[in-house]
């Protein structure tokens, strides 16, 4: 499993608008193969401060796949409006996964 992550700067009077957006860009995005899961996190110390982290199968269709197709498209199309800057993604392997 790979883990993608970034870290989102939401245009603070555009919160509300943002996290509806994005009930349904998750929709999209579960369309995606390899999807495995995705989570969306609010900071809670400051306005417009959030966590997206998106699980993948495998990096191919987390890169090439899902950022080459239709649904990366609108995907960006929802999200990307709400943006003060341009999010970066970085992408991890998952070593460990404890549940306890």
């Known amino acids: 499993m790979l883990i993608e992550h970034a870290l989102l700067s939401v245009k603070p009077d ?26 969306l996190l609010r900071e809670t110390k400051a306005t417009g401060g959030y966590l997206l982290i998106l699980a993948w199968a495998t990096d191919e269709q987390a890169v090439a796949e899902f ?18 800057q341009a999010p970066e993604s970085a992408y991890f392997e998952v070593l460990s996964h404890y549940t306890g």
């Open 14 to 39: 555009q919160q509300q608008k943002f996290e509806r957006a994005f009930t349904e860009a998750q929709e999209v995005v579960a369309k995606a193969a390899g999807f495995q899961f995705v989570d």
């Open 67 to 84: 950022r080459g197709s239709d649904l990366y498209g609108q995907w960006k199309n929802l999200l990307d409006p709400f943006w003060v």
